[in-house]
């Protein structure tokens, strides 16, 4: 099994800037990729970005030069960095990984959620 820990968001006036990070653990043969999705009361749960094993990433756009993924750790944390937030971007933020627990085993994994909260 692969478990995911999510830390940071919180509350961010307009314009600010907030880091969050997810870490995975367990039983991890490989990760294939490690990606952000938000949800926001009353709306479906979307991507916001996302990056493979071969680092190459992809943004929705509404987060397009605002928000950059990136790796670390050996690969098995993923930090998203949020600026120039807008109200907009309220909404709980979920770590999603692809891995392979064995070579022949893959799964789909959530984190618990991490609050984000734009407001002055």
């Known amino acids: 099994q692969v478990q995911l820990e999510e830390s940071g968001g919180g509350l961010v006036q307009p314009g600010g800037s907030l880091s969050i990070s997810c870490v995975a653990s367990?039983?991890?043969?490989?990760?294939?990729?490690m990606a952000w999705y938000r949800q926001a009361p009353g709306k479906e749960r979307e991507l916001v970005a996302s990056?493979?094993?071969?680092?190459?990433?992809t943004y929705a756009d509404a987060v397009k030069g605002r928000f950059t993924i990136s790796r670390a750790n050996g690969g098995n944390t993923v930090y998203l960095q949020m600026s120039g937030l807008k109200p907009e971007d309220t909404a709980t933020y979920y770590c999603?990984?692809?891995?392979?627990?064995?070579?022949?085993?893959?799964?789909?994994?959530w984190g618990q959620g991490t609050q984000v909260t734009v407001s002055s």
């Open positions: 999603n990984v692809r891995a392979y627990e064995t070579p022949f085993k893959w799964g789909d994994y």
């Open positions: 367990g039983s991890i043969f490989s990760i294939v990729a």
């Open positions: 990056i493979n094993s071969g680092h190459a990433v």
